[in-house]
């Protein structure tokens, strides 16, 4: 064949080769893809099993191990009642169990199957727990008058019972803070906790009433168990309104729940001596709709207001946080301390940064008043809602 024939015909029969090959190279992909939906399918299968599987299996006992038996037995609480003496598996083994230990049983009630975890394990997730905070008084900014009657009122007892001893006085039994957000409640409390080298333990409030349903109560009573073995201590209730508001409606029953909670709360206060080593600060934004019964001699009975601060107290907290950062030129103070009227504790630590984050923005090594005065516009732009450009 001429070299002319072969380009006549030689094109189009590779053309029809390659073709071919390219769907090939389509199906084998197909092929390779269903073959992977496959595989996804049957786990889906796999997993559906498993899930029939648990709904079918009838449900295990949960019970309180009292005491351990020498022949692999144990003898357990059940949550229905009785004590009973019930088998250990050998999945589970005698020596790991201990008396207090939340144990599963199977559905017969005749056999330890499982470990539980603690309830306290959940709870103190639940909880923050520090040791000893490192806020200290000289961190927070104005306030001068809550930190001195907070400091009376739960950092002496604490340090010096003896004062109070001696001159036969009882101080208050749980001081409750209350104001607008922002403003330096969980600060104080954690300086309050540093100042006295105790330990902190913060509980929200509607985190206990809306995570654990039905068990208020009960991690209630845990909470100020946690707090005596951590011992010197500070329990602080945070959003106590949501546990102990008066607009509780008893005939519902989630806030039914809600109220055995407070109960419960008042119970442990009530029982509680004020010259221990463990303290209750209660914090809230609504001390309108508390239940005044929480508010009663012997119980909250110190109230503090932390309110939004004043002009002294602004400048006070300016210069806290402009204190860490880097200026140039000079800063108008008085115009700052005045055109930030209303603001918060944490909008003003907000605005500083701000004024760094322009400061960053327009490549300088330091913050001077104009990044303040955009930081302020952007700060006061929030406050009302209308949302701006956020951090970088
Ligand atoms: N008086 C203050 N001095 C210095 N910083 C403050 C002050 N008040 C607030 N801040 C800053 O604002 C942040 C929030 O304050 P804090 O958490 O203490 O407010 P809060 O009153 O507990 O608010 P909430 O009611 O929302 O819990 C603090 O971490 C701190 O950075
Ligand atoms: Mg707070």
Known sequence: MSDKALDDFGPLEGENAQDEEKEVGILKEQVSS????????????????????KALSPPLIEAVVMDVLPNGRAVVKSSSGPNLVVYITSAIGQNKLKPGDRVALNQRGSAI?????RSEDAFVKLMEVVERPKVTYADIGGLQVQMQLLREAVEL?????????????????????????????????????????????????????????GEGARLTRELFELAKKKSPSII?????????????????????EVQRTLMQLLAEIDGFD?????????????????DPAILRPGRFDRLVEVP???????E???????????????VDMAYLVSSTEGMSGADLKELVTEAGMNAIRRGAKAVNMNDLKEALAFVRKKEKGISGVGYL
Do not use: W
Request: glycine share 8%.
């Open 236 to 256: 602080f209730i945070d959003e106590i309104d949501a546990v102990a508001s008066k607009r509780l409606d008893a005939s519902v029953s989630g806030e039914r």
């Open 34 to 53: 269903l073959k992977e939906e496959v595989e996804r399918l049957r786990e889906y299968i796999n997993q559906l099993e498993q899930d029939k599987e």
């Open 157 to 213: 007892p604490l340090k010096k019972p003896e004062l109070f001893r001696e001159i036969g006085i009882e101080p208050p039994k749980a001081v409750l803070l209350y104001g607008p957000p922002g403003c330096g409640k969980t600060m104080l409390v954690k300086a309050v906790a540093h100042e006295a080298d105790a330990t902190f333990i913060r509980l929200v409030g509607s985190e206990l009433v809306q995570k654990f349903v």
């Open 308 to 314: 939004l601060p004043d002009k002294a107290g602004r």
């Open 274 to 290: 004020p010259l221990g080593d463990v303290k209750i600060i209660g914090a809230t934004n609504r001390l309108d709709i508390l």
């Open 113 to 117: 199957v499982e470990i539980l975890p």
């Open 316 to 330: 006070e907290i300016l210069k806290l946080y402009l204190k860490k950062i880097k200026l140039s030129g000079e």
